[in-house]
């Protein structure tokens, strides 16, 4: 399992993963204002739970550290589909495993026997698309 790291808030930029609630999302916003007579500059983040699509926000200084969460991205092939779950098999180690979180993108297109590329963050995974 990837862990995190810390980064300053000031560098992060729509599109990364950062932490927020331990809760690995997607920044979808980056606000920066100029740093006033008495202060530094600060950040203001919105950003959706990568697993459960959440909104959050955070407010800090450009210099605070946030952490950012480590992304394995794996191939697996789908060997069965139960009500709102997927079993997955990864192509390289042969492990199984279930998984609930699956993208817009692939949702439609997972049957028994297609490859996905999923996404490993913090021992949860997700299935982001069906490869062609």
């Given at each position: 399992?990837?862990?995190?790291?810390?980064?300053?808030?000031?560098?992060?930029?729509?599109?990364?993963?950062?932490?927020?609630?331990?809760?690995?999302?997607?920044?979808v916003?980056?606000e920066?204002?100029?740093?006033?007579?008495?202060?530094?500059?600060?950040?203001?983040?919105?950003?959706?739970?990568?697993?459960?699509?959440?909104?959050?926000?955070?407010?800090?200084?450009?210099?605070?550290?946030?952490?950012?969460?480590?992304?394995?991205?794996?191939?697996?092939?789908?060997?069965?589909?139960?009500?709102?779950?997927?079993?997955?098999?990864?192509?390289?180690t042969?492990?199984?495993?279930?998984?609930?979180?699956?993208?817009?993108?692939?949702?439609?297109?997972?049957?028994?026997?297609?490859?996905?590329?999923?996404?490993?963050?913090?021992?949860?995974?997700?299935?982001?698309?069906?490869?062609?």
């Amino acid at each position: 399992m990837m862990s995190t790291r810390p980064v300053e808030l000031g560098s992060i930029k729509e599109g990364s993963f950062v932490l927020l609630d331990s809760e690995p999302c997607r920044v979808v916003e980056v606000e920066k204002s100029k740093p006033g007579k008495h202060g530094s500059a600060k950040v203001r983040l919105v950003a959706i739970g990568f697993f459960t699509g959440s909104k959050k926000s955070h407010v800090g200084p450009a210099s605070s550290r946030v952490d950012v969460p480590g992304i394995e991205k794996r191939s697996g092939q789908v060997l069965s589909m139960m009500n709102d779950t997927v079993q997955i098999m990864d192509l390289e180690t042969f492990e199984t495993f279930e998984t609930r979180y699956i993208s817009e993108d692939a949702v439609h297109k997972i049957e028994p026997g297609v490859e996905v590329e999923y996404w490993r963050i913090m021992g949860k995974t997700r299935v982001m698309k069906v490869k062609r």
